[in-house]
């Protein structure tokens, strides 16, 4: 019975967490200022280098879907998702296009200027990554737990932006060490940051992904 119990509890434990952040609203300028001395790396950074695991649990499916590979941001220019498992493929975004390549061939390219929703979440995902409080702030109600680990909650204002999540939760220290998302179809995707690298310099060959 204790067992059964126990069980139950830690299947519990992320929604009575989520519950109780989400209780908790704040301002870009509170959330800023008390993770200010967290962040002080990143400010100097010209962007960031790691490794993913995201497992995507869709409504009604047991199982969920995982994917891992390397991530890198650089700050001004986009963001570079290199999936290396189940299958090989590269996903890249920026303030003006998306690119999708597979194989060594584009298999999609969409311009944010003519796709309005694509501009507001390629704005959402830079100001994840570079922890632009104000940004997120225009397009969200934040929500912030204080902590040696803190959690910060995103509840999107814009409609375009609620097709691609209800709402967002973000757990770190030093720099942010997972992402989940959450979608009005019951979706919920949890992404997973690990060996994060703080980039002093980009090189001509990591800014290349990013050109036009």
Known sequence: MRAAACAVLLCLAPAL?????FSQPATPEVVARELRANFQELQGAHGLRGHFTQRKQLAGIARPLTSGGEFLFVRGRGILWHTTAPFDSEFVLTARQMVVTESGSVALRM????HPALRLV???FLALFALDFD???????LFFAPGKAWRIGLVPRDPALRTVATRIELTGKNVVSSVVLEDA?????EIVLDGVQHLKTVTAAESGHFAP
């Open 17 to 21: 967490q989520a519950a109780e952040l």
């Open 122 to 124: 390629s704005d959402l």
């Open 185 to 189: 179809h019951g979706d919920r995707t």
């Open 135 to 141: 940004a997120l702030g225009r397009h969200f109600d």
């Open 111 to 114: 311009q944010t200027a003519e």
